[in-house]
Protein backbone atom coordinates (compact mmCIF):
# COMPACT_ATOMS: atom_id res chain seq x y z
CA UNK A 1 0.00 0.00 0.00
CA UNK A 2 1.45 2.89 -1.01
CA UNK A 3 1.59 6.10 0.76
CA UNK A 4 0.96 9.50 0.10
CA UNK A 5 4.63 10.46 -0.11
CA UNK A 6 4.94 7.12 -2.73
CA UNK A 7 1.91 8.32 -4.86
CA UNK A 8 3.66 11.66 -5.27
CA UNK A 9 6.91 9.79 -6.34
CA UNK A 10 4.52 7.28 -8.70
CA UNK A 11 3.65 10.20 -10.98
CA UNK A 12 6.52 12.29 -10.53
CA UNK A 13 9.30 9.57 -11.78
CA UNK A 14 10.20 8.47 -15.01
CA UNK A 15 9.95 5.10 -15.79
CA UNK A 16 11.76 2.72 -18.99
CA UNK A 17 8.88 1.85 -21.24
CA UNK A 18 9.30 -2.19 -20.20
CA UNK A 19 7.63 -1.08 -16.82
CA UNK A 20 4.38 -0.92 -18.97
CA UNK A 21 4.32 -4.29 -19.36
CA UNK A 22 2.48 -7.09 -17.06
CA UNK A 23 4.64 -9.47 -16.05
CA UNK A 24 2.71 -12.91 -14.91
CA UNK A 25 4.44 -14.34 -12.14
CA UNK A 26 2.94 -17.75 -12.20
CA UNK A 27 4.60 -18.09 -15.86
CA UNK A 28 8.14 -17.17 -13.76
CA UNK A 29 10.73 -19.84 -12.35
CA UNK A 30 10.76 -17.66 -8.90
CA UNK A 31 13.48 -20.03 -7.35
CA UNK A 32 15.63 -19.36 -10.20
CA UNK A 33 14.80 -15.18 -9.78
CA UNK A 34 15.56 -15.51 -6.13
CA UNK A 35 18.99 -16.83 -6.66
CA UNK A 36 19.83 -13.58 -9.24
CA UNK A 37 18.04 -11.38 -6.56
CA UNK A 38 19.95 -12.33 -4.15
CA UNK A 39 23.34 -12.52 -5.45
CA UNK A 40 22.89 -9.19 -7.17
CA UNK A 41 21.40 -6.93 -4.16
CA UNK A 42 24.33 -8.83 -2.65
CA UNK A 43 26.74 -7.71 -4.89
CA UNK A 44 25.19 -3.56 -4.44
CA UNK A 45 24.89 -3.39 -0.79
CA UNK A 46 28.53 -5.53 -0.15
CA UNK A 47 27.00 -7.22 1.94
CA UNK A 48 23.87 -10.25 2.43
CA UNK A 49 21.25 -8.47 3.68
CA UNK A 50 18.53 -10.80 4.02
CA UNK A 51 15.71 -7.86 4.91
CA UNK A 52 16.07 -6.03 1.64
CA UNK A 53 16.21 -9.74 0.10
CA UNK A 54 13.33 -10.76 1.82
CA UNK A 55 11.10 -7.26 0.99
CA UNK A 56 11.88 -7.69 -2.55
CA UNK A 57 10.76 -11.57 -2.50
CA UNK A 58 7.41 -10.20 -1.07
CA UNK A 59 6.60 -7.28 -3.23
CA UNK A 60 7.31 -9.58 -5.91
CA UNK A 61 4.99 -12.85 -5.32
CA UNK A 62 2.41 -10.20 -3.35
CA UNK A 63 0.25 -10.70 -6.25
CA UNK A 64 0.46 -12.28 -9.60
CA UNK A 65 1.01 -9.06 -11.39
CA UNK A 66 3.70 -6.91 -9.28
CA UNK A 67 3.89 -3.99 -9.38
CA UNK A 68 7.38 -2.73 -10.66
CA UNK A 69 6.77 0.59 -10.23
CA UNK A 70 5.62 0.56 -6.62
CA UNK A 71 8.74 -1.35 -6.76
CA UNK A 72 11.35 0.39 -7.14
CA UNK A 73 9.82 3.55 -4.76
CA UNK A 74 10.41 1.24 -2.15
CA UNK A 75 13.92 -0.17 -3.15
CA UNK A 76 15.04 3.68 -2.98
CA UNK A 77 16.08 4.30 0.16
CA UNK A 78 17.92 0.76 0.71
CA UNK A 79 19.53 0.39 -3.06
CA UNK A 80 19.82 4.04 -3.20
CA UNK A 81 21.75 5.33 -6.57
CA UNK A 82 21.32 1.73 -7.95
CA UNK A 83 17.88 1.16 -7.46
CA UNK A 84 16.86 1.88 -11.00
CA UNK A 85 19.22 0.08 -12.73
CA UNK A 86 18.58 -3.10 -10.63
CA UNK A 87 14.65 -2.55 -11.10
CA UNK A 88 15.07 -2.61 -14.84
CA UNK A 89 17.46 -5.15 -14.63
CA UNK A 90 15.30 -6.94 -12.80
CA UNK A 91 11.72 -6.32 -14.78
CA UNK A 92 13.15 -7.41 -18.22
CA UNK A 93 14.92 -10.66 -17.03
CA UNK A 94 10.92 -11.39 -15.37
CA UNK A 95 9.65 -10.41 -19.20
CA UNK A 96 11.71 -12.79 -20.92
CA UNK A 97 11.14 -15.49 -18.05
CA UNK A 98 7.58 -15.66 -18.55
CA UNK A 99 8.22 -16.35 -21.91
CA UNK A 100 10.09 -18.88 -21.41
CA UNK A 101 8.88 -22.20 -21.77
CA UNK A 102 10.73 -23.28 -18.67
CA UNK A 103 10.13 -19.88 -16.88
CA UNK A 104 13.87 -19.17 -16.55
CA UNK A 105 14.76 -15.85 -18.60
CA UNK A 106 16.92 -16.37 -21.44
CA UNK A 107 20.00 -14.30 -20.49
CA UNK A 108 20.35 -16.32 -17.35
CA UNK A 109 20.16 -19.43 -19.28
CA UNK A 110 22.83 -18.47 -21.81
CA UNK A 111 25.21 -16.80 -18.57
CA UNK A 112 24.94 -20.51 -17.37
CA UNK A 113 26.00 -22.26 -20.21
CA UNK A 114 28.69 -19.41 -20.75
CA UNK A 115 30.46 -20.49 -17.19
CA UNK A 116 29.80 -24.41 -18.32
CA UNK A 117 31.56 -23.89 -20.94
CA UNK A 118 34.03 -21.83 -19.12
CA UNK A 119 34.42 -25.08 -16.44
CA UNK A 120 34.94 -27.52 -19.33
CA UNK A 121 37.58 -25.40 -20.42
CA UNK A 122 39.74 -25.00 -17.79
CA UNK A 123 38.85 -28.46 -16.98
CA UNK A 124 40.78 -29.55 -19.92
CA UNK A 125 43.15 -27.12 -19.69
CA UNK A 126 44.16 -28.66 -16.23
CA UNK A 127 44.22 -32.02 -18.00
CA UNK A 128 46.54 -31.33 -20.97
CA UNK A 129 48.76 -29.59 -18.65
CA UNK A 130 48.64 -32.89 -15.91
CA UNK A 131 49.30 -35.12 -19.27
CA UNK A 132 52.21 -32.72 -20.48
CA UNK A 133 53.61 -33.35 -16.98
CA UNK A 134 53.82 -37.18 -16.95
CA UNK A 135 55.34 -37.60 -19.90
Same mark, same amino acid.
Given at each position: ?43 ? $????? #? ?7 ? *? @? /? ?31 ? $????? #? ?7 ? *? @? /? ?25
Amino acid at each position: MATGVDAKLLKSTKFPPEFNQKVDMQKVNVQVMKKWIANTVTTI $LGNDD #DVVIELIFN *L @L /ESGRHPDIKSLQIQLAGFLDKDTASFCKDLWKL $LLSAQ #DSPQGVPKE *L @L /EAKKQELLQEKVHAFSRYTLQMKADI
